[in-house]
């Protein structure tokens, strides 16, 4: 089983609880403290699209993050239960309904995502009645360019992103 | 930790102090903070971001649908920050061709490019 496994009801405030003990347990693990970071804000991607997908499609599951410890690296996985048509190159989109959040205006998530991709279009689209909503593609866009190791999966009864980072030999780590 | 969120003003600019976490649960606020600065009338911001501990794509899109709201009343939104962590994911989504980032906010408050 995972060395740590973490299960959260799929709401925006459980995901810095994800970040916290997925650092933790990196720094544990011998997880470089310069990659802590880095760590913190791919797990906080990977948690914010799991939350985003199973809003956006009604999913009361548990989110489900597992810390791996392996003799040379650090793994995360975090896995959602939300129902993904296709799997997703950038700009292309996962699920169909927009993400909503449960307070004031409804959309706390991520926008104009396609200009965010390196090499998308520099120029900024005017404001329309939907800019405000994004599906997540943007945090794995973010998770590719932070993560070498990373391995994304999905079906019709959920997905996976997966990472891995290398440990410190055990002699080096306090 | 929380977000934390104040405003002055500086000449015609608007200095929105951020300081805390922007994640998908603060990002709201900092996007109704500009929404509400816009629809004031509020035209030319400066996001101070020195206080940011942590920031992800959520924070950034709520950045560049600040953004493009100041663009539709031909104003601007500068950025302030010098943290290595935080320019990063910046760099990562190309997002520093799209914002001019500063050093200070006394140099975002006299650029005028």
Known sequence: MATVELLFSPLPEHVRTARL??????????VDEAVLDEVRLAVGEACTRAVGLHMAHGVEGPVRVSLIEDEKKFAIEVADEAPHRRFSVPGASVGTAPLSSSGGTGNGHAEAEGALVPGARGEIP???????EGDGEMGLAVIS????????????NGGVIRMSWPTAPESLVP | MDLSLSTRTVGDRTIVEVGGEIDVYTAPKLREQLVELVNDGSYHLVVDMEGVDFLDSTGLGVLVGGLKRVRAHEGS?????????????????????????????????????
Do not use: M, W, Y
Request: aromatic letters at 4%; charged letters at 30%; glycine letters at 4%.
């Open chain 1, 21 to 30: 003990v997925a650092a933790a347990v990196a720094r544990r693990s011998g």
């Open chain 1, 145 to 156: 360019g932070l993560v070498d190791d990373v391995e994304v999966s999905a079906d019709e």
């Open chain 2, 77 to 113: 939104l500068r950025l302030v920050c010098n943290q290595e962590r935080i320019l990063k994911i910046f760099r990562i989504t190309g997002l520093t061709k799209v914002f001019p980032i500063h050093p200070s906010v006394d140099e975002a408050v006299a650029a005028t490019d």
């Open chain 1, 126 to 132: 005017e404001p329309t009645a939907e800019e405000d």
